[in-house]
Structures are given as structure tokens and as C-alpha cells.
């Protein structure tokens, strides 16, 4: 079993900044990809950014130039950095990471709980 703690949403003007961040912890294994989802009530939850065990990343067309995912392989981290916010960007957003306890396993994945991140004047 894995657990995921997320911290850094809150209230920001538009055209402000965040930095969300995701800590793993639990049972010893190997973490894969790792990304950033988003909901608004009555939508689909949505990829935001992705980075793999490599440091590859995606991003969705809405926040390219204006998002930054990277992590700690060490610290087991994720950090979604968010500047120019918009107030389409109101979501709660999520944690995601792709797990397994041996490089043969299996993969499980784990959500973290959410933060909400609110953009308004």
C-alpha cells in the first residue's frame, strides 16, 4: 500500500501563481509515473501533466507554458508548479502515480486525496 499527501492548494488571484506538491510513502517499491489530474464537478477527471521515472513530461494543451511538473525520485515527490493561473483552472486537482513492488509486478496506481485549488478575483 501506498499513501499520498498532497499540500499547496488555496485561494489566488487570477494571474497568480501555486505549487502544489504530492509526497509518497509506505510499502518499499518502485514509482513510476507520477502525474497531476484535475475535476470540476460534473466533468471527467482530466490529465493535467505527466513525468515519468525519466523526466519526461506531457501536458495538457490548456496549461503548456504555464505548468511545470517535476519530482524527487529520492524523496518520492511530485511538485506541480502553476504560474499565470486562470480561473478555468478552478479545480480540485489530484495526485497519480503508477507503483509496483518489484520491476515484475504488476502495476498498481494510487490517487491522492485532492486540493482544491480555487482561481478568483
Known amino acids: 500500500q501506498v499513501q499520498l499527501v498532497e499540500t499547496g492548494g488555496g485561494l489566488v488571484q487570477p494571474g497568480g501563481s501555486l505549487r502544489l506538491s504530492c509526497a509518497a510513502s509506505?510499502?518499499?517499491?518502485?514509482?513510476?509515473?507520477m502525474g497531476w489530474y484535475r475535476q470540476v464537478p460534473g466533468k471527467q477527471r482530466e490529465l493535467v501533466a505527466g513525468i515519468t521515472s525519466g523526466g519526461s513530461t506531457n501536458y495538457a494543451d490548456s496549461v503548456k507554458g504555464r505548468f511545470t511538473i517535476s519530482r524527487d525520485n529520492a524523496k518520492n515527490t511530485v511538485t506541480l508548479q502553476m504560474n499565470s493561473l486562470k480561473p478555468e483552472d478552478t479545480a480540485v486537482y489530484y495526485c497519480?502515480?503508477?507503483?509496483?513492488?518489484?520491476?515484475?509486478?504488476?502495476?498498481?496506481?494510487?490517487w491522492g486525496q485532492g486540493t482544491q485549488v480555487t482561481v478568483s478575483s
Open positions: 497519480h502515480i503508477e507503483w509496483r513492488v518489484v520491476i515484475w509486478a504488476s502495476s498498481e496506481y494510487y
Open positions: 509506505g510499502s518499499i517499491g518502485t514509482i513510476y509515473d
